[in-house]
């Protein structure tokens, strides 16, 4: 064998040891990840159904008392509370996501892209408790003065989620926008529709598994979101009436009080984290099943 082909075997030999250690790594990096979502998931519904085993399903899940104290363990007016403020946060911010990605992938001029694009990006990494403090002393003094209220309410939650969720849901949309092809828009226009018409008719049609994409992580930010909610909503463990009364969430009960809570109570509180586990698995599968029903 000669120099030269046993230096070219030599290299192949070192290439595909390379794919191979590279191939594994990801390996590992993708089983580490799948290994972490498990031992969490075994955590919380392990200690999660323990807690409702002993307190009672329907008097955990359909219960309207939150007491500790005397025993009383029921979260119905959390579910609810987290309910209202997500569905809140998607009627506010996912109607002002897209008409905003809207505008930046079709409308903006290209003069002042990089500005409205940067400060979109810059809002997503903001922590939540500057948004909180924001909702602090801007929402909640302009509720309370305006609308004769406490201020911290299920409103102000609503107003405030709505706005964190804005950076996802423009993002993606903008994204899915750009990714339709051009020849639907074109012809469009070769058949005679307006440029509006163009867009929205088609574009926005064309794109839409991946608004909706875009809506569904928006969903789950505002589900997911414990410390700004904390700040505005009141943390009334009430079901409430109206938008303008306090509310409390299931992530904000479990924060607000893991830190003292002992035996049956912490069990308790691990046990909402398995119905909030759930509940955004249900969320999601709803969507995937909606996104498959509207592909078809």
């Not at 000669?2 to 595909?16: A, I, N, V």
């Not at 955590?43 to 009672?56: E, L, M, P, R, V």
């Not at 008719?201 to 414990?226: F, Y």
Request: proline share 3%.
């Amino acid at each position: 064998m000669s120099t030269g082909m046993r230096k070219s075997h030599k290299k192949q030999l070192m290439d595909t040891i390379k794919e191979g250690g590279v191939g594994f790594a990801f390996l590992v990096s993708a089983l580490v990840s799948v290994a972490a979502v498990i031992l969490i998931s075994i955590f919380i519904f392990a200690n999660g159904f323990s807690a409702i085993g002993k307190i009672g399903v329907a008097d955990f899940l359909l219960g309207e008392k939150w007491k500790p104290a005397m025993g009383l363990f029921g979260i119905y007016p959390m579910i609810i509370g987290s309910i209202y403020v997500t569905l809140g946060a998607v009627v506010i911010g996912a109607p002002i996501g897209i008409m905003t990605a809207v505008y930046l992938a079709e409308y903006c001029p290209k003069k002042i892209y990089p500005l409205f694009s940067g400060l979109i990006n810059l809002m997503a990494g903001i922590p939540s408790v500057l948004y909180g403090f924001f909702g602090l002393v801007v929402i909640v003094p302009l509720i309370r003065d305006n609308l004769n209220s406490q201020g911290m309410s299920l409103l102000a939650a609503s107003i405030l989620l709505g706005i964190m969720i804005l950076p996802t849901i423009v993002a993606i949309s903008q994204s899915s926008l750009k990714a339709v092809n051009p020849g639907y828009y074109e012809g469009s226009l070769a058949l005679g529709a307006t440029h509006e018409r163009s867009i929205f008719a088609v574009k926005m049609k064309a794109a839409g598994s991946g608004i909706i994409s875009a809506v569904i992580l928006g969903v789950g930010r505002a589900i997911g979101e414990t410390m700004a909610v904390i700040m505005v909503a009141g943390n009334q463990a009430i079901i409430p009436k109206s938008v303008l009364e306090g509310v409390r969430t299931m992530t904000g009960n479990i924060v607000i009080e893991m830190g003292y809570a002992t035996d049956l109570h912490r069990q308790a509180l691990l046990a909402t984290a398995a119905v909030l586990f759930v509940f955004i698995l249900l969320v999601n599968l709803a969507f995937s099943i909606f996104l498959r029903r509207s592909s078809q």
